[in-house]
């Protein structure tokens, strides 16, 4: 029997919301059939940090790892979806489930992902609860969020706590159609030289029969 798959990333189109400020979505063709190629071949223009993505330790940290250094481990494996829709404004310690032996966990916050506007409100991690799931020996938080820290952070204090727990992060799920539980993630960064961050295609399956 096939297990079942959830698709957690974001469709990469022109209308994408991005960071304020950040590199706007762009795909355009270099080679058309059209125009007599025998191909066609198209170019991409995106910020690293694009939908569904993986932070790497550099964006926080200037002498930290570039994604294409990072170990793949983190993200691949069984993750626990935490249901944080009642958090406001920070998901705090008291918005936690008893967590037992597991090693990535991902956040909903949205009744519903925004996919056609740029959300400034968001729901961001407060630096405790990442203290709290590195002292439970969480490697990887995720989050439908496009950030862990609020917009207009300056300390960036959330991807602090991840860097002192050489945490991973994955930002942009879309977590909207998954219940609450435990699910393999697939979420595997490309491997960008000095890349700060780099898309993933994001998937969550049912984890196989005990
Ligand atoms: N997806 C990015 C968003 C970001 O770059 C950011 C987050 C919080 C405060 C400022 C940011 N970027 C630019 O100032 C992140 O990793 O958080
Ligand atoms: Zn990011
Ligand atoms: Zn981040």
């Known amino acids: 029997m096939a297990r079942k798959i959830w698709d957690i990333s974001q469709l990469l189109g022109p209308e994408l919301p991005v960071w304020p400020g950040d590199t706007a979505f762009e795909h355009k063709r270099t080679w058309q059939m059209e125009e007599g190629s025998p191909v066609n071949v198209s170019a991409l223009t995106l910020s690293t940090h694009t939908g569904a993505h993986a932070d790497a330790p550099l964006h926080y940290d200037a002498s930290a790892p570039d994604i294409a250094t990072v170990d793949l481990e983190p993200y691949l494996g069984e993750c626990l979806v935490v249901d944080a829709r009642g958090s406001n404004g920070e998901v705090q310690v008291g918005d936690l489930p008893h967590l037992r032996s597991i090693d990535r966990v991902l956040f909903r916050t949205y009744e519903k992902f925004p996919h056609d ?53 994955l930002e942009g799920l879309v977590l909207d159609d998954v219940p609450e539980g435990r699910y393999e ?22 984890l196989p029969d005990a």
């Not at 020996?137 to 820290?149: E, F, N, R, Y």
């Not at 960064?189 to 969550?204: E, F, K, M, N, Q």
């Open 117 to 169: 506007k740029w959300d400034e409100g968001f729901t961001a991690i407060a630096p405790e609860t990442i203290e709290w799931l590195a002292v439970q020996g969480v490697k990887l938080v995720g989050t439908d969020a496009p950030s862990i820290d609020p917009q207009n952070s300056k300390t960036m204090d959330a991807h602090k706590a991840v860097l002192k727990a050489d945490m991973r992060i």
């Open 185 to 206: 993630l697939i979420a595997l960064p490309l491997p960008i030289l000095g890349g700060d961050a780099s898309p993933v295609r994001a998937i969550l399956r049912e």
